[in-house]
Nanobody
Framework: QVQLVESGGGLVQPGGSLRLSCLAS????????MNWYRQAPGNERELVAG????????NYADSVKGRFTISRDNAKNTVYLQMNSLKPEDTAVYYC????????WGQGTQVTVSS
């Protein structure tokens, strides 16, 4: 009954911002690291950002470092990805992920950066 439900994707112009949200249920959220991945057509799925259970440690792909921020609110069972200074190459389907015995994935949310 683990569920990851994503929201916040959409169309944005270059230089704009979006905030993605992932609402988790079915496990003790605060004990697990959470990750954001993305996949563009013709590309492999890549890790964008990760955050540990208490939110003390984060990591980012070099391509998004300084522009994206991952955070979590354990009281709301939600992990966020704040995306600023968006570029066309950020266009992809973004997925929330958690390792809870096995890897679980959200349904994905489309982010399109275009003028």
């Amino acid at each position: 009954q683990v569920q990851l439900v994503e929201s916040g994707g959409g169309l944005v112009q270059p230089g704009g911002s979006l905030r993605l949200s992932c609402l988790a249920s079915g496990f003790t959220f605060r004990l697990f690291s959470m990750n954001w991945y993305r996949q563009a057509p013709g590309n492999e799925r890549e890790l964008v950002a990760g955050i540990t259970g208490a939110g003390v440690s984060t990591n980012y792909a070099d391509s998004v470092k300084g522009r994206f921020t991952i955070s979590r609110d354990n009281a709301k069972n939600t992990v966020y990805l704040q995306m600023n200074s968006l570029k066309p190459e950020d266009t992809a389907v973004y997925y929330c992920s958690a390792a809870v015995g096995r890897t679980y994935w959200g349904q994905g949310t489309q982010v399109t950066v275009s003028s």
